[in-house]
């Protein structure tokens, strides 16, 4: 069983950074962990992925160059750089846990925090 609490959301004009962070319990270091988000009336969709040891990332291609996943094995935490923020990434920003990687559908991860929301303006 792993609990996951997002934080780190707000409000930032665009282009602006905010890091998003996932605190996680339970035996976090063996899930590879996912960041999604989902905007107002729209899917949820996949941002970042990070295999449970660090060291692959996988990227949805509309936040390639401006976010960067990362975790802290250590203080059971997984992060999301977001920096050269749009409008258009405003939404809920949502961490999950799961167990293969990279994994891009919601549907194959099993746990997932209630997020964060993330508001950008122009």
């Known amino acids: 069983q792993v609990q996951l609490v997002e934080s780190g959301g707000g409000l930032v004009q665009a282009g602006g950074s905010l890091r998003l962070s996932c605190a996680a319990s339970?035996?976090?270091?063996?899930?590879?962990m996912g960041w999604f988000r989902q905007a107002l009336g729209k899917e949820r969709e996949f941002v970042a992925a990070i295999r449970w040891s660090g060291g692959n990332t996988y990227y949805a291609e509309f936040v390639k160059g401006r976010f960067t996943i990362s975790r802290d094995n250590a203080k059971n935490t997984v992060y999301l750089q977001m920096n050269s923020l749009k409008s258009e990434d405003t939404a809920v920003y949502y961490c999950a846990a799961g167990f293969d990687f990279p994994v891009v559908t919601r549907n194959d991860y099993d746990y997932w925090g209630q997020g964060t929301q993330v508001t950008v303006s122009s």
């Open positions: 339970g035996s976090f270091s063996r899930w590879a």
